[in-house]
């Protein structure tokens, strides 16, 4: 990444610190690795569906991994369908 302008370097340095804090108190709730964090929550999927009648906005169900990493890090559950349209 390329930055010129101080500030904009001044705003990726921040961010990237930003970043690595979160992956660093992730870690410390639920007392493991970012990675394996990570994937467990990755595979929380958002779909659209589109149909004549709308569209809907759903979540898959959380497996149990990503159930339990949700709670460590006190995040409620995401609910099952987001939008109706």
């Known amino acids: 990444m390329f ?5 904009r370097i001044h ?5 990237t610190v930003l970043a690595l804090l979160l992956e660093r108190v992730a870690e410390q709730a639920c007392g493991d690795t970012w990675r394996n964090i990570k994937d467990d929550l990755r595979r929380i999927k958002l779909a659209q569906l589109l149909s004549p009648n709308g569209t809907v906005w759903q979540i898959t169900e959380p497996a149990p991994g990503a159930l339990k990493r949700l709670k460590s890090l006190k995040i409620q559950k995401p609910p099952p369908i987001l939008h109706l349209a």
């Open 11 to 15: 705003a990726h340095v921040a961010l």
């Open 3 to 7: 930055h010129w302008a101080p500030h």
